[in-house]
């Protein structure tokens, strides 16, 4: 089964930047879509940035123009950049492949 490892969470401070990692043990996000979702406390999943097999990607309205999500695949990983994070960027990252997600990493925006 594939495995997605995420990475690159921690604080950071309002108006600062991350990039989050998901590395897959496959070549699986080569081939199908990959997303990358957050949740923060007490509130639902939500679909942050997706990328396809082609490279097409789409984003949250919220992160639109600050967050980048991209893919190396001779490294089976896939990338969010976040610009200009905000406090209401803080939540847990998932990243997401078919019906596997990883464990999540954490992001903390505040001064």
């Known amino acids: 089964q594939v495995q997605l490892v995420e990475s690159g969470g921690g604080l950071v401070q309002p108006g600062g930047s991350l990039r989050l990692s998901c590395a897959a043990s496959?070549?699986?996000?080569?081939?199908?879509?990959t997303g990358w979702y957050r949740q923060a406390p007490g509130k639902e999943r939500d679909l942050v940035a997706a990328?396809?097999?082609?490279?097409?990607?789409n984003y949250a309205d919220s992160v639109k123009g600050r967050f980048t999500i991209s893919r190396d695949n001779a490294k089976n990983t896939v990338y969010l950049q976040m610009n200009s994070l905000k406090p209401e960027d803080t939540a847990v990252y998932y990243c997401?492949?078919?019906?596997?997600w990883g464990k999540g990493t954490l992001v903390t925006v505040s001064s």
């Open positions: 997401n492949v078919l019906t596997r």
């Open positions: 990328i396809t097999h082609g490279g097409s990607t």
């Open positions: 496959s070549a699986i996000v080569s081939m199908t879509t």
